[in-house]
C-alpha cells in the first residue's frame, strides 16, 4: 500500500492508506482508509481492508488522541516534494535527512 502523512487545519496530522494501483497525482481523491484523531475513515467495503492495515489505522488514531502532536511520519511510503506537485516514493537518503 501507499501510505501518506500529512498536516491538515481541521484534523491535524493525517494518515492515508491507498491501493499501489492508485495514480499518484490523484491520491488525495481516493485514500482506502484515513486516520486522525478523530477516527478511522474507510472508502469501500470493510472486508476489502487487509487487517494489517486496520490495525495500522487504529492505532495512529490512538495515538493522535493521545497526543495530537505525535510523529507518525515514519509510517509514510510516499510524499510530496512540492505543495502542488504529485507524490513520490520516499528514498532511503531522504529518511535519513527527514
Avoid: C
Amino acid at each position: 500500500m501507499i501510505v501518506t502523512v500529512t498536516p491538515t487545519i481541521g484534523d491535524g496530522t493525517v494518515v492515508r492508506w491507498y491501493h499501489d494501483s492508485a495514480p499518484l497525482d490523484a491520491l488525495s481523491h481516493i485514500a482506502t482508509v484515513s486516520a486522525s484523531r478523530n477516527g478511522v475513515l474507510i472508502s469501500g467495503y470493510l472486508h476489502e481492508v487487509p487487517d494489517d492495515v486496520m490495525a495500522a489505522a487504529k492505532e495512529v488514531w490512538q495515538q493522535l488522541q493521545r497526543d495530537h502532536n505525535a510523529d507518525v511520519q515514519h509510517l509514510a511510503t510516499h510524499r510530496k516534494r512540492r505543495m502542488f506537485g504529485p507524490y513520490e516514493p520516499i528514498t532511503e537518503a531522504q529518511e535519513t535527512r527527514g
